[in-house]
């Protein structure tokens, strides 16, 4: 039987359960695992998201800062609002009380202007960007560790002291080059790859907790 498009959507419980619970894409779960495993959306309520389209880490970056802003209210650390940005290359449906801005991380002007938004708060960076496979993928590795090094590099100058980053990298020859790179800059460092992630796929997510 020929399989098509729909049969492999139809297999895929992850993009069935998503679209039944109103989230713009199966990349839900990834992020949704990734904070049970390591709570990093615990007291955010500053957040940008980098290669944000269609949208689904924006849905949950909202739930979660929402959440946050009704049980953080002490002397430790509490905010009287939320701030959410999202960047992507690709058109994003707006959603509400969300600043959504069509660039490449790499612009020159983005980096002002995302700290004009957050000022000096910015308490958790998330990125899935991913750069567009062309098929090579020994070149389509390091196209991504490259990305993923502007990222880092733009973290450096935008995150909050004791902030988080989650960062998509794919596996290869270069990444733990990478990752001894991105250890530098946190107190505590993980990778991780979700069970949302298909199996094939050599994404994992590197997780960044306590920037230096
Ligand atoms: C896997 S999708 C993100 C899915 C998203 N987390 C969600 O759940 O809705 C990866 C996105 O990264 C974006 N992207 C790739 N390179 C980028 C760049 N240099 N700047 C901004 N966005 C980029 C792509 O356009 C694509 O929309």
């Not at 449906?93 to 708060?121: L, M």
């Not at 090579?136 to 100058?157: P, S, V």
């Not at 980053?165 to 290869?172: A, D, H, N, R, S």
Request: glycine content about 4%; some cysteine.
């Amino acid at each position: 039987m020929p399989i098509n498009n729909f049969s492999i959507h139809n297999k895929d419980t992850y993009y069935n359960r998503a679209k039944k619970e109103g989230y713009r894409a199966r990349s839900v779960y990834k992020i949704q695992e990734i904070h049970h495993k390591f709570n990093i959306f615990k007291r955010a309520f500053y957040i940008l998201d980098i290669g944000c389209a269609p949208g689904s880490w924006l849905q949950i970056a909202k739930e979660q800062a929402i959440k946050n802003l009704k049980k953080y209210d002490d002397q430790y650390y509490s905010r009287n609002e939320y701030k959410i940005m999202g960047i992507d290359i690709k058109h994003v449906t707006p959603i509400e009380s969300i600043e959504i801005i069509q660039s490449n991380i790499t612009d020159t002007d983005i980096k002002k202007r995302i700290i004009d938004y957050f000022d000096d708060k910015l308490d958790l960076i998330l990125s899935d960007a991913s750069i567009k496979k062309r098929g090579d993928k020994f070149t389509d590795h390091l196209n991504q560790i490259r990305l993923c090094y502007e990222i880092l590099n733009l973290t450096k100058l935008i995150l909050k002291k004791k902030g988080i980053l989650v960062l998509k990298c794919f596996q290869g020859s270069d990444f733990k080059i990478f990752f001894d790179d991105f250890k530098k800059e946190f107190h505590i460092t993980k990778s991780y790859k979700p069970k949302a992630s298909k199996k094939k796929s050599n994404e994992i997510y590197l997780i960044g907790i306590k920037k230096k």
